[in-house]
């Protein structure tokens, strides 16, 4: 059952932090699937951080992750990795 539309609830930035009301907040899902809602909890961004997000492509964001054995290496060795990794196919992240 849906909770009440009039109760306000609020969800956590997943990038910031930040509180904010779910209706204002953007669903995220790690698998890129936002249409399959079966047995899932979305995450959620607030709407600065998920516009910070758009700007950069992910299709092969979950190949990159499997090579980098995200999940099952220490999360310092995963993101510096991560990012050399990033760097390697993609340039620096800086603004161009
Ligand atoms: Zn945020």
Redesign the pocket.
């Known amino acids: 059952m849906w909770p009440s539309r009039n109760r306000t609830e609020t969800v956590t930035?997943?990038?910031?932090?930040?509180q904010?009301t779910r209706s204002k907040a953007r669903e995220y899902d790690k698998h890129g699937d936002r249409w399959d809602r079966e047995d899932k909890a979305f995450e959620h961004?607030?709407?600065?951080?998920?516009r910070d997000l758009c700007h950069h492509p992910r299709n092969e964001l979950e190949d990159l992750l499997v090579d980098l054995e995200a999940g099952s290496v220490p999360t310092d060795r995963f993101l510096a990795d991560y990012l050399a990794a990033v760097e390697d196919r993609y340039g620096t992240l800086e603004e161009q």
């Open positions: 930035c997943l990038a910031c932090g930040d904010v961004l607030c709407k600065e951080c998920h």
